[in-house]
């Protein structure tokens, strides 16, 4: 009998709706054992450099993150170990000095834009996940987004998402597509979606006696 927790990985473009698929997966199985890990989370730390500095970084390249350190924590979570999860700080640009103790589940999900992009990752999935939602409400959600919770301006929103968001989503994320076993579009919304990988999940969580 295999044992080992199920992974499912949910990539796709910033506003893409990754966040609110992930949280209705995690609604349908609350109480039962299912984690989040979040990309963001594992930004690389740039405590260590200056705010301007910061602020030129490219946050949708595959080497802004700590992919490394990701990779353990997933192996960790496999072995039923748990893990001290890194903090973001959006509004810092950085790591915050806490960490967030994550005690190992059966489903773990893993959720972020560039997150199919690293075939060690990738490799480590069970259920391979795009949300795949037009340009045009991506960057409506964004601005939305990014005003209300991540303290930017209109214009800063506008110049990040038209100098390296759109360019690296085509070179870098979109592309990721083909590594998908499901494509949902348009988001958390898409009940038909969200209740098929509901089936799916517990069909492999039952395989593996866990249900
Ligand atoms: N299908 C949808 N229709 C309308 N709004 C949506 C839909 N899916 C997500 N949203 C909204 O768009 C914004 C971005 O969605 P989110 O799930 O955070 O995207 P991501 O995690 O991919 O950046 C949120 O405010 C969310 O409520
Ligand atoms: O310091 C940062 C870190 C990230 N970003 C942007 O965030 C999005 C990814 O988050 P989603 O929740 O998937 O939208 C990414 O496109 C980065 O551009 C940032 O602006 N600053």
Do not use: W
Request: proline residues 4%; glycine residues 6%.
């Amino acid at each position: 009998m295999d044992h080992k927790p199920v992974i499912i990985g949910v990539a796709g473009g910033s506003g893409s709706g990754k966040t609110s698929v992930t949280n209705s997966i995690y609604e349908t199985f609350k109480g039962h054992s299912i984690l989040v890990i979040e990309q963001d989370y594992y930004y690389k730390d740039q405590g260590h450099l200056p705010m301007e500095e910061r602020l030129k970084t490219n946050y949708d390249h595959p080497l802004a993150f700590d992919n490394e350190l990701l990779y353990k924590h997933l192996e960790k979570l496999l072995r039923y170990e748990a893990i001290k999860k890194p903090v973001y700080d959006y509004t810092r640009h950085t790591r915050s000095d806490k960490t967030i103790v994550v005690e190992p589940k059966d489903v773990i999900i893993i959720e972020g834009i560039l997150v199919l992009e690293d075939e060690r990752l990738r490799n480590l999935m069970d259920i391979k996940i795009f949300v795949d939602t037009d340009a045009d409400l991506r960057i409506i959600r964004r601005l939305i987004r990014d005003m209300e919770e991540r303290g930017r301006s209109f214009d800063s929103v506008i110049s990040q998402y038209l100098n390296v968001v759109r360019p690296m989503h085509n070179q870098f994320i979109e592309p990721t597509k083909r590594y998908a076993d499901i494509i949902i579009p348009e988001g958390g919304h898409n009940h038909v979606a969200i209740d098929l990988l509901a089936t799916k999940i517990k069909t492999i969580l039952e395989q593996k006696s866990f249900l």
